[in-house]
């Protein structure tokens, strides 16, 4: 059962930091082209300042995953270092849980808000619907839940380990 959710976990993280890895890519592709546009074909593209933004926020949620997997998102660190073993275990539990809550209540309300977003659409794309921007919350919570399980079941605590 712990390998099954691990080898998810493991396809799952590594899916969303590929897309948020593409969408960075994304992000420095369209800046260098709005440059461009702007400072030597002296034609500004709006639609790259939109897009561009739309991208960071798509490649945080993505990248938000990782950043749980590695322990790098919630850290008590001190309260970690001075406990016992059961207890650091104990502690394990309880960010775990709370991490979960939290991520539930992002996917809930960031679904919430992206079907309310239907009706409106991007400034500078205007067939475009806000729905598509607004869905990275939803998408990257569903990302961060196998990470958070794989953080509790294999901890990876790379920033407590290397911090001095």
């Known amino acids: 059962m712990k390998e099954t959710v691990l080898r998810i976990e493991r396809i799952t993280t590594g899916a969303a930091m590929a897309g948020s890895c593409a969408m960075l890519a ?10 461009i546009t702007r400072f030597v074909l002296e034609t500004p593209a709006e639609w790259t300042e939109v897009l561009i933004r ?4 798509w490649m945080v949620f993505l990248g938000i995953p990782m950043a749980f997997r590695i322990g ?24 775990c849980a709370a991490a979960l809550v939290l991520v539930a209540v992002i996917i809930y309300w960031g679904w919430d808000y ?24 939803p998408v990257g919570g569903l990302f961060c839940l196998p990470a958070i399980l794989g953080h509790l079941l294999d901890p990876k605590r790379i920033e407590l380990e290397t911090a001095q």
Do not use: H
Request: cysteine-free; glycine content about 4%.
């Open 114 to 137: 992206a079907n309310r977003g239907k009706v409106q659409t991007i400034i500078g794309l205007e067939d475009v619907s806000m729905f598509w921007a607004y869905l990275a919350m």
């Open 54 to 57: 739309f991208s960071l926020i």
């Open 72 to 95: 790098a998102m919630v850290s008590v660190d001190v309260v970690y270092r001075w406990s016992s073993p059961p207890m650091r275990r104990v502690l394990d539990f309880i960010v």
């Open 26 to 35: 994304v992000a420095a592709s369209l800046g260098l082209y709005q440059i």
